[in-house]
């Protein structure tokens, strides 16, 4: 075969001797929208799992804890001073 089309393919799907497409099929613009959109949701990282309302507040809790003992010592001053000092 040499340059012409492959037999029940038609004109647009001729291929080259290394055996790839030399014209892609026509997709119209609607149709590469929809294709798009579907690989990108097959690449996201999965969701993570929902927690009950019992392990957010357990959570919450902790997270608290850990900023309230984080807290400044008096001998630091507080952030709104630090804001307001000029150099």
């Not at 014209?23 to 929809?34: H, L, M």
């Amino acid at each position: 075969m040499r340059g012409g089309t492959v037999p029940g393919r038609g004109a647009g799907a001729a291929r080259v001797d290394d055996g790839n497409l030399k014209f892609a099929p026509v997709v119209s613009e609607r149709t590469r929208a929809k294709l798009n959109r579907i690989a990108a949701r097959r690449t996201r990282p999965a969701k993570p799992k929902h927690r009950s309302l019992t392990r957010l507040r357990e959570d919450w809790r902790a997270s608290a804890r850990e900023f309230l003992a984080a807290a400044p010592t008096s001998s630091t001053p507080p952030l709104n001073a630090l804001a307001l000092r000029r150099p």
